[in-house]
């Protein structure tokens, strides 16, 4: 215990004296954090929070103000016409606004053809900003043929008799509806998902200090010094353990802190903090394991502090791509969400979602902890395996 | 331990053909210091490093006394202690820290570790520079620093691969007569290095190898008989050719 012991305190009061190693563990989440955070909001909020102009552009001014109107709302803002088609497709090309519904002349006859099958549907033209997202053109588009629908059944009705306004078929008062998120008190926020993403990427990124001393101690012939005294290699992986592992610590505890002060202090929301501290601190343990085995494993395959850097700084970015660290799993197409259950940042990110976001329980945890621990184990048994193949330590070779 | 008895031990590094070391075989008295020499790429480094425990997978024989080496090694860990080519020490850490980290991996701790790092620290003179970055030290400070590292366990057998490499006249003064006197107190040294007048100036016994083979050994005053001087007897048996 003595040994371990000292190789803990070496590896601390070296990793102390790395100034630039660790602002790149403390300094570099708490950033991603805030900047992701704020940048993302909009798109966690929903269609309702992201307010994109439209125009409507029609022969008849009282027709043009009553389908503005009716467009109005749920994020779609109404904006002056423009003047004519060709000003309103130059407007769209520059995004302003984003939409352009350009009624036809005959729009409100069509509108009053019978619905025979034989009569010409009513025709419309929605000019869009290729930058919109899809998700709110759909919205958009489908806002149109709501109101167009709501326009033709009381034409459709006028023509039978019956009294009714076009507003009475709005698509809000076909029905109350309710929307409730299970499993949550609120609804995952931009912050939700970027504290613990950022978190487990900078954890990882342990890697970088772990296997940059490993290879200076290879190379100034510190480690064949220690074998020479007889020291296991594995006690020399496992005096790196310990003094990551409260690293990783700190880093969740100080990323948890950054989402409930630093991220609203910029004007973002407030991290709400799990019920489940222990919950927390168990995928936290499972994760910085896995990171540790991950740094191990590059130090050992690393001979340079180049190939270290590149192999474990690549590694940690490819996996936070895939894992859904830097693009939420969600918007990711179904084959890349597939992909993505390969990465280890996404097993450690189920793991915080389900405690921060989905106020789950143990049974909730147990994949992605048992997941995380069996790469770590299986990462430092790799480790070993390489050393044991390479047998050779000093650089007398 | 007594003396270290080396029979026909061969070594080569894994996925290489070459062969490192070619049955190598001599004997190490107990308490001299031996001199191993031979030219760059001789195979002097990895003979070093496979006494030392470093490598593994070395053929034939070397026995401390009347056991095998490793099984020595076994019972006591730190009767065998290395100071390498290399410095190798952490140059983040101060020269204190280092030795508390190294005497702590010996299984030192306590007052005896505090004893083991003023002992080793005086020896090598480097009480001074205790406290600073072992990184910021001058190369001569830097051998002492490693020479006291090996010597935190009083280790009876002591592997000196090149100490004096890169240090000035002074420095190099004071290692050679700290070395003799390591010697003097009975301990077992085997000391390579390339310049031939410190290996004439503290050697007993000598052993000079190239391309992993024994060329002569035996005691410093036998080998050299002829008055002619090592140098001289280097270079007939190494060839004047230049190395890598």
Known sequence: ?397 | MGTLNLEGVSFHYPGRGETVLDKVTFVIPAGGIFGLLGPNGAGKTTLISILAGQLRGATGSIRAGDEPLEALRRRRPHGLGLVPQDYAFYPMLTCAENLRFFGAVQGLGGARLKDRIAAAARFARIESALARRAGRLSGGLKRRLNLAIGLLAEPEILLLDEPTVGVDPQSRAFLLESIRSLAGAGRTIVYTSHYMEEVEAICDQVAIIDHGRVLVSGALSEVIRDGSGLQELFMQLTHRSLRD
């Open chain 1, 1 to 397: 215990m003595r040994r371990l012991l000292a190789l803990w305190g070496k590896e601390w009061l070296a990793l102390s004296r790395d100034v630039l190693g660790l602002a790149v563990l403390f300094l570099m989440p708490a950033a991603f954090i805030v900047v992701m955070s704020l940048a993302l909001s909009e798109v966690f909020k929903g269609g309702a929070a992201r307010q994109a102009e439209f125009a409507v552009m029609a022969a008849d001014p009282k027709l043009a103000d009553r389908l503005a109107r009716k467009l109005s709302g749920d994020g779609f803002r109404s904006a002056p016409a423009p003047a004519d088609e060709a000003a309103a497709r130059d407007g769209v090309r520059r995004g302003t606004p984003s939409l352009v519904l350009v009624v036809p002349r005959d729009f409100e006859r069509a509108l009053n053809a019978p619905l025979d099958g034989k009569s010409t549907q009513p025709q419309l033209t929605l000019l869009a900003d290729p930058a919109l997202p899809p998700t709110q053109l759909l919205a958009f588009r489908q806002r149109v043929l709501g109101v167009a629908l709501a326009l033709r059944v009381s034409a459709m009705m006028r023509r039978a008799g019956i009294a009714a306004d076009a507003d009475a078929f709005d698509l809000k008062r076909a029905a109350a509806l309710s929307v409730e998120t299970i499993g949550s008190s609120a609804r995952p926020s931009s912050v939700q998902q970027n504290v613990p993403a950022w978190l487990i990427f900078g954890m990882f990124f342990v890697v970088i200090p772990i296997s940059s001393l490993f290879v200076v101690e290879r190379r100034e012939g510190t480690l064949a010094r220690l074998v020479s005294l007889r020291v296991p290699f594995s006690m020399l992986l496992l005096g790196k353990v310990g003094p990551y592992f409260v690293v990783n610590l700190a880093q969740a505890a100080l990323m948890l802190l950054a989402g409930r002060t630093l991220v609203p202090w910029f004007g973002g929301e407030t991290l709400a903090l799990p019920a489940r501290w222990d919950l927390l601190a168990a995928v936290t343990a499972c994760t910085s394991l896995a990171a540790i085995g991950w740094g191990l494993l590059v130090a050992v395959c690393s001979r340079t502090l180049e190939q270290a850097t590149v192999i474990g700084g690549v590694g940690n970015i490819l996996a936070a791509a895939v894992g859904g660290i830097m693009v939420p799993r969600f918007v990711m197409p179904e084959a890349m969400q597939k992909l993505s259950e390969v990465s280890p940042m996404a097993w450690a990110l189920d793991g915080f979602h389900a405690v921060i976001l989905r106020g789950g329980g143990a049974a909730d945890l147990a994949a992605p902890c048992v997941k995380l621990v069996a790469l770590a184990l299986a990462l430092f048994a790799a480790a070993l395996w390489v050393h044991h193949r390479r047998r050779v330590l000093t650089s007398a070779q």
